[in-house]
């Protein structure tokens, strides 16, 4: 009986530690490996680029691989992880009923479906998540894991190819300035046997492709993601977070005249030209549209781009800031619906106590942070390919705070609960449940 409960004792301060030889496990495995796999299939223009048609197969297999990763752990009951997966679900359905409502009237701008699709992701997670599906059912093994590297080293490997045959002046596909947040996220992935090759290639594509061409954006989202890193290592409270994470962006609007000069200095001393009139000047255009109906925005039934000079040609552009093309498409309460779900995600994640719940947060909050500097300034959910990952990174945060993940441990399972002050549920599963005389008497 002593031994036992010594062997309880270990499973459960292992369960605390939340690792396996202090290695910390991935969260969401399928749903990374899903998303950076569909991002690399940019790297030939079939996610980005194409007919509508494949947003039905694309949000699938995306959907299905969130679900599988629920069923590797167990829905908390606090009433902060009810409210985060209704807001969820009020966010998308909101997107998804204007655009509906305008197609009706015969007033649907296609372009603007990318921004009402997608964060059906997050959607339909919300909904798994109050339906409690799959609680339980089974483990989230470590084959899951090995693919979602394996995702990794592919989207690094074609980052690499691309940036070595690149011979344009122009932004890349793969690793362009919107998408700089993917490869944060790969850097934050848990070490593990493999994991350093992959992230050496990721760091060799980062490079090569700030010198093919550099971008002050792409720097702006590696400082923010560091600084982000360092005060959740600090473990910061979850005001202090919010306030940078949204603080950045409002900084950049308030000190737009010094910081357009200092940007003309950076693009000046690299030897490229300086896009941040073109910026201003398609944010400016968007602005009217907005005021129609601040509330509802345009109501998919405008265009989510506008005419610019681009290299000395006028051409449609993206508006360089997805809180405004987002405010176009769903008004302020679509930006006021995400704005209250991030924030409230990340106050509770900051609020977890238990250090593998700590350790998960270093895993996706500085990507998300690096996701939303570069929302301000470039067209992130403007295109499929990096709105699937922002809003994939977004799944992995709310599963870090409303889910109670499934531990394994030496020849048993812990059960970890992120919400519940550190204290760890452990229990052992064995083929075997006999218990010998020999032990009886012990």
Same mark, same amino acid.
């Given at each position: 009986?002593?031994?036992?409960?010594?062997?309880?004792?270990?499973?459960?301060?292992?369960?605390?530690?939340?690792?396996?030889?202090?290695?910390?496990?991935?969260?969401?495995?399928?749903?990374?490996?899903?998303?950076?796999?569909?991002?690399?299939?940019?790297?030939?223009?079939?996610?980005?680029?194409?007919?509508?048609?494949?947003?039905?197969?694309?949000?699938?297999?995306?959907?299905?691989?969130?679900?599988?990763?629920?069923?590797?752990?167990?829905?908390?009951?606090?009433?902060?992880?009810?409210?985060?997966?209704?807001?969820?679900?009020?966010?998308?359905?909101?997107?998804?009923?204007?655009?509906?409502?305008?197609?009706?009237?015969?007033?649907?701008?296609?372009?603007?479906?990318?921004?009402?699709?997608?964060?059906?992701?997050?959607?339909?997670?919300?909904?798994?998540?109050?339906?409690?599906?799959?609680?339980?059912?089974?483990?989230?093994?470590?084959?899951?894991?090995?693919?979602?590297?394996?995702?990794?080293?592919?989207?690094?490997?074609?980052?690499?190819?691309?940036?070595?045959? $690149?011979?344009?002046?122009?932004?890349?596909?793969?690793?362009?300035?919107?998408?700089?947040?993917?490869?944060?996220?790969?850097?934050?992935?848990?070490?593990?046997?493999?994991?350093?090759?992959?992230?050496?290639?990721?760091?060799?594509?980062?490079?090569?492709?700030?010198?093919?061409?550099?971008?002050?954006?792409?720097?702006?989202?590696?400082?923010?993601?560091?600084?982000?890193?360092?005060?959740?290592?600090?473990?910061?409270?979850?005001?202090?977070?919010?306030?940078?994470?949204?603080?950045?962006?409002?900084?950049?609007?308030?000190?737009?005249?010094?910081?357009?000069?200092?940007?003309?200095?950076?693009?000046?001393?690299?030897?490229? $030209?300086?896009?941040?009139?073109?910026?201003?000047?398609?944010?400016?255009?968007?602005?009217?549209?907005?005021?129609?109906?601040?509330?509802?925005?345009?109501?998919?039934?405008?265009?989510?781009?506008?005419?610019?000079?681009?290299?000395?040609?006028?051409?449609?552009?993206?508006?360089?800031?997805?809180?405004?093309?987002?405010?176009?498409?769903?008004?302020?309460?679509?930006?006021?619906?995400?704005?209250?779900?991030?924030?409230?995600?990340?106050?509770?994640?900051?609020?977890?106590?238990?250090?593998?719940?700590?350790?998960?947060?270093?895993?996706?909050?500085?990507?998300?942070?690096?996701?939303?500097?570069?929302?301000?300034?470039?067209?992130?959910?403007?295109?499929?390919?990096?709105?699937?990952?922002?809003?994939?990174?977004?799944?992995?945060?709310?599963?870090?705070?409303?889910?109670?993940?499934?531990?394994?441990?030496?020849?048993?399972?812990?059960?970890?609960?992120?919400?519940?002050?550190?204290?760890?549920?452990?229990?052992?599963?064995?083929?075997?449940?006999?218990?010998?005389?020999?032990?009886?008497?012990?």
């Amino acid at each position: 009986m002593k031994r036992n409960l010594n062997r309880m004792r270990i499973i459960q301060h292992q369960a605390t530690q939340g690792s396996v030889g202090s290695t910390p496990r991935l969260l969401m495995p399928l749903t990374t490996a899903v998303a950076l796999t569909l991002v690399s299939l940019d790297f030939f223009g079939w996610t980005t680029g194409g007919p509508s048609w494949r947003y039905g197969p694309v949000l699938l297999g995306l959907v299905l691989a969130v679900g599988f990763d629920l069923q590797g752990s167990l829905s908390l009951r606090a009433p902060r992880a009810y409210f985060l997966a209704l807001l969820s679900i009020t966010y998308s359905a909101w997107l998804l009923v204007l655009v509906c409502a305008a197609a009706v009237e015969g007033a649907w701008s296609t372009d603007t479906l990318v921004v009402a699709a997608v964060p059906l992701l997050i959607g339909a997670m919300g909904v798994m998540q109050l339906l409690r599906l799959g609680d339980g059912k089974r483990v989230s093994s470590i084959g899951a894991e090995t693919v979602a590297y394996i995702g990794a080293g592919l989207f690094a490997l074609l980052c690499l190819i691309e940036v070595l045959m $690149t011979n344009k002046t122009g932004p890349l596909v793969l690793l362009s300035h919107e998408k700089a947040f993917i490869a944060i996220f790969i850097f934050c992935m848990p070490r593990r046997k493999g994991a350093s090759g992959v992230k050496f290639l990721m760091a060799a594509a980062m490079v090569g492709s700030l010198i093919a061409y550099p971008s002050a954006t792409t720097v702006a989202t590696l400082f923010s993601a560091a600084l982000i890193f360092l005060l959740v290592r600090k473990r910061r409270s979850g005001f202090e977070v919010s306030v940078v994470v949204f603080g950045v962006p409002l900084i950049a609007f308030a000190l737009m005249e010094p910081l357009e000069r200092a940007l003309s200095g950076f693009y000046s001393a690299v030897g490229r $030209t300086d896009n941040t009139q073109t910026r201003l000047f398609l944010w400016k255009q968007a602005v009217p549209y907005i005021q129609e109906d601040p509330l509802v925005g345009g109501a998919a039934r405008v265009s989510i781009t506008a005419l610019a000079n681009i290299n000395g040609v006028f051409r449609p552009t993206p508006l360089h800031n997805s809180f405004l093309t987002l405010g176009l498409v769903g008004g302020a309460i679509s930006v006021v619906l995400l704005c209250v779900l991030l924030v409230t995600m990340v106050g509770t994640a900051m609020q977890l106590s238990d250090p593998t719940s700590q350790v998960f947060v270093q895993q996706w909050m500085p990507a998300l942070v690096a996701g939303l500097t570069t929302f301000a300034v470039n067209p992130v959910i403007d295109s499929l390919g990096s709105a699937l990952f922002f809003y994939a990174i977004i799944c992995v945060g709310l599963a870090n705070t409303t889910r109670t993940t499934f531990r394994p441990v030496a020849s048993g399972i812990a059960t970890v609960a992120p919400n519940d002050g550190g204290a760890a549920v452990a229990s052992t599963f064995s083929r075997n449940t006999k218990v010998s005389p020999r032990r009886r008497r012990q």
